[in-house]
């Protein structure tokens, strides 16, 4: 199975060429103003214009209000919509855009529940426990609590790296993986050697299938 990848935290023109260079999927722009990675729409309309066709553009939002992410969509052609925060199902299928739940992982119940109660979503995504921070965080978490059971496809985040990724997807086999800071040389800021590494772990073990 091919593992597809997603690059967060987007900031740079430049950075999202290098992901797309690379082979990404999808790239991300976070619409957060607490992140270090938080883009205003203006940045990101120039952001997107950057991306090609068949890689798709998603927008991160955070417990944000339904008149931001409106004014989002209308100024950003967003093709995936990414809730982080503590989004209710209802919220997120209420802009007609296809999306995806991300959750923070203390134990195994919470990914079974979250599954059910995100039922609609395009993807459940998957990251480590934070009480203060949704995401971002640069740590990893015990893949050992995700059930083979997995009704919507999973996306693993959390602290992955050219360092662990190959390893990650051996053991998870996730449909997706999902890199921010993994890829940087600080925050907001890819590192192409970064990028191009992390690409060769996923697809050697692509290969290996």
């Known amino acids: 199975m091919i ?9 740079r023109v430049e950075d999202v060429q290098a992901a797309v260079a690379c082979g990404a999927d999808s790239v991300g722009f976070v619409f957060y103003e607490p ?25 991160l939002f955070v417990n944000a209000s339904s008149e931001f992410v409106k004014a989002v969509l209308e100024a950003v052609p967003l093709d995936l919509l990414q809730f982080h925060g503590d989004e209710p199902p209802e919220f997120c299928d209420s802009f007609g855009r296809r999306w995806i739940k991300a959750i923070r ?25 934070d009480p203060d921070r949704y995401g971002g965080t640069g740590q990893s978490f015990n893949w050992q ?20 990724v190959a390893r990650a997807i051996e053991e998870v086999r996730p449909w997706a993986v999902d890199v921010s800071g993994g890829v940087e040389l600080s925050k907001g800021k890819k590192d192409a050697t970064k990028l191009s590494d992390f690409f060769k772990e996923v697809h050697s073990v692509c290969k290996t299938d």
């Open 3 to 11: 593992t597809r990848v997603k690059i967060c935290g987007l900031t």
């Open 35 to 59: 992140s270090p990675r938080s883009v205003s729409i203006e940045r990101a309309k120039v952001l997107a214009a950057a991306v090609p066709a068949f890689v798709t553009v998603t927008g």
């Open 105 to 129: 992982v203390r134990e195994a119940a919470q990914i079974t529940e979250a599954f059910s109660r995100y039922s609609n979503a395009a993807g459940l995504l998957v990251d480590a426990w």
């Open 145 to 164: 609590v995700i059930p083979q059971e997995r009704p919507i496809p999973l996306i693993l985040a959390g602290g992955l790296s050219s360092d662990n």
